[in-house]
Structure formats: structure tokens, C-alpha cells
């Protein structure tokens, strides 16, 4: 988010969002090697679409897959990425999305199918992750939708809620202010807790949530809903104690001390630091 624009909403007394224009970009140029670099990425998540409304799949079906060495292996990808070793996301990550659309597509009911929608959508979230980081948001954008729906249709909210953390960085990373601020809000207020019950990650899922409201909010020229956003995060980073990670979700780690970082980062932000 330029600066400049940040620094004339505040001069203006209006939102950042209002000062952006729609225009007629200007000619990018993209080399071959960026043609190339990702298509086995692209290819897994970006499918084209047939004539009967889904995706061409192989027309044969492989073995039963091992649903909890996938997920282990899924879950070994994701520290890879929280050790940043974004050179390997590249390569490991197409064929684990294919491994788990293959297990969905085994398991095409029952309990299995559950789990192995779950498995495709952490999956999806660290390839939007990685995506999101190295500034390809049209293909992390698909990513991260595709693991919100299978969350959804597997019944686990907390990691559809994970996806959506990832959703709300995208939109910040491009700048739309309005859309991540009202995404974000309005999940944690369909999952907030019950702080006498709430398990660590429940807490931390919500945290999260309220830290990306928070971000979008401070950089929106909205200075007051920010703060109330970073007071209910610390509300949740006070009641778990200290510094939580879970690889395979979305807000990574979480805590009073991630709490506070972002207050200062929002205090940057606004020009006051």
C-alpha cells in the first residue's frame, strides 16, 4: 500500500479505499521463465473446466490413498514454509494438491470424505500462503476459495475460518481495504468464542481474524476501529498466555506477543510511530 495515499487520506480526514481510481493499467511484461516457473502450481490448482461444469479428471481410480500419511506429509510442506524455505514450495506442492484431490475423489463419501476434503483444503492454504508471498494473488486468491468451500463441505468451520485469514491478506496485500476489513469482521463475529470454553486454536482463529480487521482498518485511515479490533485480539491473546503455532492453519502463531506487534505495526502505519 503506497504510503502517499495513506498519508492524503489522513490529511483529507477520508477512507485510503476513497482516493483509489479505476484505470486502464499499463502493458506488463512477462518473460517466458515467469510463463513457465509455476505451471506445475498453476496447473493443480487452476483446472479448466469441461462441458459438464467440472474439472477433467483422470478417467481411472488409483489406490486407496493413506489419508493420514497425506496429511503428514501436507503438514511437513507447511513447516517448510514457516522455516521459509519458499524454493521447495514450488516443487512439493502440485503433486501433494493432486495427491489430495485424487484421496476426495476416492472418498466420495462418508467419513473418509470428510477428512480428505479437510487434507485439500490445508493444503490449498499453504499454497495460498506461499502464493500471497511471493505476490501471486490472482492464483493464491483461487487457492484459498477453493480450501474455504472444501472446509466448509467437510463441517469444520475453524479451518474455513483459517482460509479466510489467508483470504484477508490477499486483500490487503492489494489493497482492498473495504472488502478485507468487512471479510474478516464479520467471520470472527460468526465465530467468536466463548472464552471460558474455547480451545487455543478457536482463540487464536479469532485473533487472527480481529488482527486482519485491524490491519485493513489502520491502513483504511480508520484509526479507532483499528484500536477496538487490537483491543479484542489481545482480549484472545490474554486468555491463551503466550505464543501458539499450528502449522497447518492459516494464522500461524499467535499470542500476546503477535498481538503487540501488530499494535505497533499499526501505530507505524498511521504515522505516528
Known sequence: MPSAYHALARALDVRTSELFEPSSPGP????????????????????????????????EVGEEPDLARLRSTVAAA??????DRYA?????????????????????SG????QALGIRSEVLQVAGRYLTQIRVYDLAHMALRDAVVDAVQAGDRLNAASAIIGQAWILLRQGRLDEAEDLA?????????????????????????????SAAASRNNKPDLAADMIGL???????????????????????????????????MVTGKA
Open 78 to 83: 507447511a513447516r517448510a514454509y514457516h522455516h
Open 88 to 108: 521447495d514450495m514450488a516443487s512439493l506442492l502440485p503433486e501433494l494438491i493432486r495427491s489430495a484431490r485424487a484421496a476426495v475423489e476416492f472418498h466420495a
Open 111 to 114: 467419513p473418509e470424505h470428510a
Open 233 to 267: 485480539a489481545r482480549a484472545a491473546g490474554t486468555a491463551i498466555g503466550a505464543e501458539v503455532i499450528d502449522d497447518l492453519r492459516g494464522w500461524g502463531t499467535f499470542g500476546p506477543l503477535t498481538v503487540e506487534l501488530k499494535a505497533i505495526e499499526n501505530v
Open 185 to 213: 469482521i464479520a467471520t470472527a463475529d460468526e465465530i467468536e468464542p466463548r472464552f471460558s470454553q474455547a480451545t487455543c486454536e478457536h482463540l487464536a482463529a479469532w485473533g487472527w481474524l480481529l488482527l486482519r480487521a
Open 28 to 59: 506488463v511484461r512477462i518473460t517466458d521463465t515467469e510463463k513457465i516457473n509455476l505451471m506445475s502450481l498453476r496447473q493443480a490448482i487452476s483446472l479448466a473446466i469441461t462441458l459438464t461444469g467440472g474439472p477433467r479428471l483422470p478417467d
